[in-house]
């Protein structure tokens, strides 16, 4: 009944379940749609010296030109950070480079951070997105994009698009269990059932989408930056949960109210009508590794095909 | 410079050591004209893989054009200032501005585009292979040179600058002389499209179709044959082949795993190999030599040396890696310059997919008037391989190819 495919990209874990058409059609969309994770996976990766963001990050100040895909989720970027008064920011690829030195533009970082550094860090306003030359610039010479917060998601609807083209009446994605996008309803079932992390709360995605966010980090303590204090997020401070229309801004949403609540006084900014949201309950465990950010899906009669929590140590 | 092997692996340079064969980054720079005014043909995958290149290098995509809605509506989406056509003599009547175009069609289509683009006085840079039948490849072979305008093969290895830096070791003593040559291209696909109705489904998937698809060799082992004509500058005088139906048992009768044999006037044989059912060791060509052999995987390349083979002066800037029992060296042209600018690691692998390279030098051609790295002539003779090649698998034998047939007219 269910075609299954996965990909290792973006540092997690990319699966895709899909239902409601012959094998074939439905291995053959999975395929495409796991082809176009991939291909966000070479453009945005900040491990790879050949990605599109690893060149952004090389250019020292000179404009960067490129495609069109790159453009819409930085024009996204600009308008969440807009948004979210610049609570959700992307200008923090310098800072976690210090602390990963696997990260491209590592040695540029160690050289530039040397350089002075505008006291008035004010995230994307010092990036210069020109939509009609198709270019980025970086304003400042330390700076470096990352898009780790987004991605993953922007990929995932862009997959969940080439899955409805191909006529998939059902269809559940997610990236390492954090970032969900579903199509239509299981068979037998009236929409997509989602457990919350460390709650029995569970939440029904039907043509949606859901991310998860959390201070501690998948694999130990503190992950996410205060792009204004340039701090780290207390590790304790908390996760939220966003559901949406689309991946990408249940991604950036989730993020952006997860970094918001490690703020000793928290930025005043509105979440659009078209979302839900609501705070994770948050692991009372000491153990650094427990997964705070991890959904699982609740199973049935019909359907219980996504990895168990045994399972989910791949 | 340390690397590790972690380091290795994250920069996806595969499972052997060696010296790596990288021109420096710097030497490459592009200098395109902005906003050259060019359109697309066909915007399934290596239509927008050709948009992503051209908005790279700051081309103006004027047009896009595709008779499959779902897939215009994709290219249409990266490409947003573009106007967008489902009818390819529309466009060409339409868009008078534009110089060039992109051919990105199925292969069974090329031929009457090609002649539609020619008429209209375009320059054009036509996916390869060229056709799926001889004939036809003859015919855009003939019409090419009939034009006035650029032809470019999408043959992207003469483009590659791992390439080119390879193939001048190739003419010199670090090699010395041509042994054997081995490739695979191994990916794990069932080859078939992604499509809502059956008629959609049946249009699309014109590779598994017999009358439209030059099978594995045609559609994969064009572009690597290809680097074995290069560097040798021969071209087979027989292939042997054979296939089958391994995994992908779901009715179709072109062979998802194809095994070949192409000899060489004086003996050299190119031993081939391509799947759909595994993708261990991805995509490779080797070339074997008396004093060193390369293995070239498109971003990037290796020279392994023979124990008594003469040290270049190079090796001097090379960094010493160890990978499973083998250590080698990772050469990059221009390591000096890298090395004090701490960006040796940024220069292992090329900076921009294979595609960039070929439709950059394209774009050059077209401004410059110069002539194609990869003309017609080497696209025709290229096609002709890659269906001689599967024939072989169809018919399970041997194949022929004399002078003759490698003759465009």
Redesign the interface.
Known sequence: MFERGALAAMGTRFEIVAAGAPA??L???I???L?EISLCHQRWSP????S?L??IN?SQGEAV?????TM?LLSQCQRWHDDTAGVFDPCVGHLLSERDP?R?GH?DS??LKNASRDSTFTGLTNVDINVAK?SIRLLQPYLQLDLGAVAKGFAMDLAT???R????PSAFLHGGNSSISTIGHPPGATAWKVQLPQSSEVLELRDQSLAVSASKGQYAGEHLLNPITEEWIDAESGGYWVRSNSAAESDAWSTALTVNSGFSESIQFSMPDDMDWGPLRMATSSNANEKTSKVSVVKSDHWSFLPTESEDKI | METDRRDFLIQGAGALAGVALLPGLDTFARTIQDDYPVAIIGTGRQGRAVAAELQKLGAQIVALCDNDAPRLRSGGRRVKDAKTYDDADKMLATEKSVEAVFICTPTHQHRALVDACIAAGKHIYCEAPLAHTVEDAKAIASAARGSSKVFQAGLLARSNPVYSLARSFYRTEAFLKLVSMRAQNARKDSWRQAASTAERQARLDWRLHESTSTGLPGEWGTHQFDVFHWFSGKYPVRIHGNGAVRVWDDGRKVADTVNLALEFDQGECLEYQATLGNSFGGRYEVLHGVNSAFKLAWSHGWMFKEADAATQGWEVYANRQRFFNDEGITLIADATQLASQNKLKDGVGLPHDSLYYGVSDFLTSCQEGKAPKTGASEGFRATLVGIAAHRAVVEGGTIEISPDDLKEA
């Open positions: 074939s059609q291995r053959a969309s395929e495409e749609a082809e491990f790879s010296p050949s599109m690893s060149q090389r030109a490129v495609d069109g895909l819409e696997r491209s040695e160690g050289i198709n698009d080439i899955l083209d191909a006529g998939v």
